[in-house]
């Protein structure tokens, strides 16, 4: 519907409506992370009031909001499932990403994304042509949505679709942009935004000229203008314009145009409309005459694609610019690469910013400054440096907080990520000289090594085979002529003819070595570390090594293999890759129970040849190994796995005709063979999308995180991930942690018994606070033992993702005890209630001990007392659910048994949690007075405990 305004009146309406619907773009973005609150509604006690996330921890003055909001906005409308893909291949696990690292690092992929020119096939299609048609009501403009989002790699997500929508009933409402529309958004400094054109024809400027009359009497343009910065310049049509002429050329070579009839005819235009000859408003008259009006579904479409991955909702599509950030910031960078010193002239100043500049610009740092506002594609050199130099500053600062030379570290992160990536295009002939080297050569003289020779044969002209890519059918005549005599070579020395055996032979040709079985075994050994290096050095690895004070440029292949070798195994990353392969075998119908039974034992033992690092695992693999062999080779043979190398039937038939036990030699072609199968099951491309894509429908829905879920992760120093923030959210509301935990574990009745008596104990050491804080640390750590050891009994991906926020909660509860607040639980009459313990033993609040008792998801309890000077003051509270009585009664009952310890200066009880206790400014607890020991706060837990358990749980 199109609306027009004529009158003073309705121009106001216009300026209403544009902070309406900016407060309402505001309150929806909020919602990513909270809820709006009704006047006087209040919330559970244990819940807490729900706010954005962003306004708590603004308010906590932690983080910086516009951090938030772009994590808000990449979880909603940006990240697609490729993004989430690369992530996953670069060795990054997006939930327990801090909100700020996973911003920077989704950047970073997209501008690599962009750069490369890559086609997105099949990773944004969230929903079905005809389903987004009937969405949008055109199958044309469906047909452009879906290829402008899959361009800009954006996905279709509901929310994406609805702005879409929106957007275009206005778009396709704008009619021809003529001068008083042109001259509105020149004078308010607006770029030709769907909203902004909307905004600028329904104020009644189409069909209007701003006027300039000398003199108090001039006469304004009859529309709403928001802002104007600088001055008015003289009428083109002035007897001095010829004077004018020189300083208006300067500034139309400043917004980066040439001087000619055309660009002398903008600045024209402008000065007869009175309008400043700014090099900004150059450029937004330029992009003016760019605009398709009427509105394509094609340029709509790349508009509105454009304003999301900028971070905006589709109404702010920008029809003047079909570019989303990611692309230009990928061509600034290539435009800089490509720029000649010739270029710039003789000048020494311009060419050492260009130095500086090529040194410190990467696509990701372009992304940066360009969702800042700065312009890179026309800032003057001299600013750019300046600009790139803060912004790569703050990057580091994002990958490296608070470390020593961030910048430093950050560069070495960029250098070693880039020496990875093209090492396995490197010629495979320096494995030759490798082989001999005894190991020393750094990461740095292998990558020399490399670009050296291959330098010599594109000199050369010739092909050559790559250091990490299968042998080619087009390797070259010249090559495949040279080694036709391999097989041969390998039989004389009694080797089998495998490609691994072949290719050591061609490196030794290569290096004109004598091909012996020493050679041999030496260059595979050579081949297979350097391999396996690389495959470990994925980006998110590299990012460790150096936050862990390593530089890996430096180090040797059996320094680095010692790194990684001796990393504490991780149980997120384990119970991740098994999930996946249980949803692979959930997923693949033709796979009959016995079969799936015989996979999931084939994963067992490939963890405990791992485990054991390829050497023999004892009786238990020995006696099992036949069998699952034998019905994995069954199952492989069956073809139910569609993309297996055929190969693999081979290598297990030989695997199993060696013989009965599993040698070292047989337990290694196990491992390597075997996890060929065990990935295929688990990155199978229809079931590993889908499994994506069912995560980040998860992420999605992730729409409202409490206050109090971040605190308590503050509290506990962790950081603010996806997967902290579920398990904060879950710690809250769990009345069973330590039981619900142990029954996904392994243990039998008996283990389930004792752990019953423990746990149900746990509550009693209050009495002495150093045996309550061991005994819960030692159920934690248990607990959590417990947790991992039941990961490879689980059976199903559901059980698997039951455990791993077991694990979480368990962590973040082990490093919440440290600050005194705990989790536990304990029984009033026959019911199982979830306690919560929280000693304030520090700041302002010092000498505070809180009891929240969750009896149900209904009903709750919370209670707060101060000590100072030997005297307590208390407040009960609980919510609607609980009578007064009851809590009067547990009141009394506490009151009565502390009295015999301490001074009972005042109890209150109330029903409604959220009134606060009752005190006068000479009651209220000052700090002074309270003991350094916090033990006595301890036994005023149990005291009050004791309480709430002498009630049945009828009665409470």
């Known amino acids: 519907m199109k609306i027009t305004f004529q009158t003073a009146e309705a121009e106001q309406s216009v300026k209403q409506q544009t902070q309406v619907r900016t407060a309402d773009a505001a309150k929806k973005a909020d919602s990513v992370y909270g809820a709006v609150l009704l006047p006087g509604e209040n919330r559970l006690l244990g819940s807490g009031e729900k706010k954005s996330w962003a306004e708590f921890r603004q308010e906590a003055q932690v983080k910086d909001v516009s951090v938030q909001q772009d994590y808000r906005t990449l979880l909603s409308h940006t990240m697609s499932q490729e993004d989430y893909a690369r992530l996953e291949e670069e060795g990054f696990h997006f939930e327990s990403l801090d909100p700020e690292e996973a911003v920077t690092i989704l950047d970073k992929i997209k501008a690599q994304l962009a750069r490369s020119g890559q086609n997105i096939i099949g990773y944004t299609d969230d929903i079905d042509m005809d389903t987004l048609a009937a969405a949008l009501g055109s199958d044309t403009l469906a047909r452009a949505v879906s290829h402008s989002f899959r361009e800009a790699d954006l996905p279709l997500t509901a929310e994406n679709i609805e702005g879409v929508k929106e957007a275009w009933n206005m778009a396709s409402n704008l009619t021809d942009l003529d001068a008083g529309t042109r001259s509105y958004l020149v004078e308010n400094a607006m770029e030709p935004e769907i909203w902004n054109v909307y905004l600028a024809q329904s104020s009644g400027a189409k069909g209007k000229e701003s006027s300039l009359q000398q003199g108090p009497k001039r006469i304004g343009p009859k529309y709403y203008a928001e802002e104007i910065k600088g001055y008015y310049a003289q009428s083109a049509q002035t007897p001095h314009m010829e004077e004018l002429q020189a300083q208006a050329d300067k500034v139309i070579e400043k917004a980066g145009f040439s001087v000619n009839e055309h660009s002398r005819e903008m600045a024209g235009w402008l000065l007869d409309r009175s309008l400043p000859l700014t090099a900004e408003n150059l450029q937004r008259v330029q992009m003016l005459e760019t605009v398709p009006v009427p509105v394509t579904e094609e340029a709509f479409a790349a508009a509105a694609a454009e304003a999301v991955s900028g971070g905006k909702e589709p109404v702010f599509g920008n029809l003047g610019r079909s570019e989303d950030i990611y692309h230009r910031a990928a061509e600034v960078l290539s435009y800089y690469e490509n720029l000649s010193p010739k270029q710039l002239g003789d000048s020494v100043t311009a060419r050492r910013q260009l130095e500086e500049i090529r040194l410190r610009m990467t696509a990701e740092v372009n992304v940066k400054l360009l969702k800042s506002g700065f312009s890179i594609d026309t800032a003057p050199m001299e600013e750019l440096v300046e600009a790139l130099r803060e912004a790569e500053a703050k990057l580091a600062g994002t990958y490296f907080p608070g470390e020593e030379e961030p ?493 015999g310890h301490w001074i009972m200066e005042k109890v209150s009880v109330v029903q409604d949690a959220g009134k606060g206790p009752d005190m006068t400014e000479e009651q209220e607890i000052s700090g002074e007075g309270v003991s350094a020991d916090n033990g006595q706060l301890y036994r005023i837990a149990k005291t009050f405990l004791e309480a709430v358990r002498q009630q049945e749980r009828g009665s409470v």
């Open 407 to 899: 910048l430093t570290k950050y560069r070495l992160y960029r250098d070693t990520n880039e020496v990875i990536a093209q090492l396995p295009a490197m010629p495979a002939r320096i494995l030759g000289p490798l082989s001999i080297q005894e190991s020393q050569t750094s990461l740095t003289e292998i990558y020399e090594q490399g670009k050296a020779a291959k330098a010599v044969y594109e000199k050369a002209g010739e092909s050559y085979e790559a250091l990490m890519t299968s042998p080619r059918g087009d390797m070259g005549d010249s090559i495949q002529k040279a080694f036709a005599n391999v097989d041969e070579l390998l039989l004389e020395l009694s080797y089998e003819l495998t490609d691994e055996n072949r290719r050591a032979v061609r490196i030794l040709g290569y290096n004109r070595m004598e091909i012996t079985g020493k050679n041999i075994e030496l260059v595979k050994a050579a081949d297979e570390q350097v391999q396996s290096v690389i495959e470990k050095m994925k980006p998110a690895a590299v990012l460790q090594m150096i936050r862990d004070g390593i530089n890996p440029l430096e180090k040797t292949l059996p320094e680095l293999e010692e790194y990684f070798s001796g990393l504490p195994e991780d149980f997120e990353e384990t119970a991740e890759s098994y999930s996946r392969f249980l949803y692979g075998l959930e997923k693949n119908k033709a796979v009959t129970e016995d079969e799936r039974e015989t996979y999931i034992g084939i994963y067992r033992l490939l963890r405990q040849i791992e485990k054991s690092d390829g050497a023999v695992v004892g009786a238990l693999v020995n006696s099992q190994a036949q069998l699952h062999l034998k019905n994995l080779l069954s199952a492989v043979r069956s073809g139910k796995f569609r993309h297996l190398d055929v190969k693999a039937q081979d290598r297990l038939e030989q695997v199993i005709q060696k013989g009965e036990s599993i040698s070292e030699q047989i337990a290694r072609a196990f491992a390597g063979d075997v996890r060929d199968i065990v990935t295929e099951v688990s990155q199978e491309t229809d079931n590993a999308q889908e499994y994506r894509r069912q995560k980040l429908e998860q992420l999605r829905s992730f729409a409202v995180t409490e206050n109090e879920c971040v605190a308590l992760l503050q509290k506990g120093q962790t950081t603010p991930s996806v997967h902290n923030l579920l398990a904060a959210q879950a710690l809250l509301q769990n009345r069973e942690l330590f039981y619900s935990a142990r029954r996904k574990g392994t243990g039998n009745g008996e283990e389930m018994a004792e752990m019953k008596s423990l746990a149900d104990g746990l509550w009693e050491t209050l009495e002495d606070k150093d045996e309550f804080s061991g005994e819960y640390q030692k159920l934690v750590k248990e607990t959590g033992k417990e947790v991992e050891e039941a990961l490879q009994e689980a059976v199903s991906s559901v059980d698997v993702r039951e455990l791993r926020l077991a694990h979480r909660q368990l962590a973040l509860a082990e490093k919440l005890a440290r600050q005194e607040e705990y989790f536990f639980s304990m029984y009033v009459g026959e019911e199982l209630t979830g306690i919560r313990l929280t000693v304030e033993r520090n700041g302002p609040e010092k000498g505070k001990v809180s009891v929240t008792c969750r009896f149900s998801e209904e009903e709750t309890l919370h209670a707060d007392f101060w000590l100072a000077n030997e005297k307590i003051t208390a407040y009960v509270a609980g919510n609607e659910k609980t009578e007064v009585t009851k809590l009067q009664k547990i009141a009394d009952t506490f009151t009565e048994e502390a009295s």
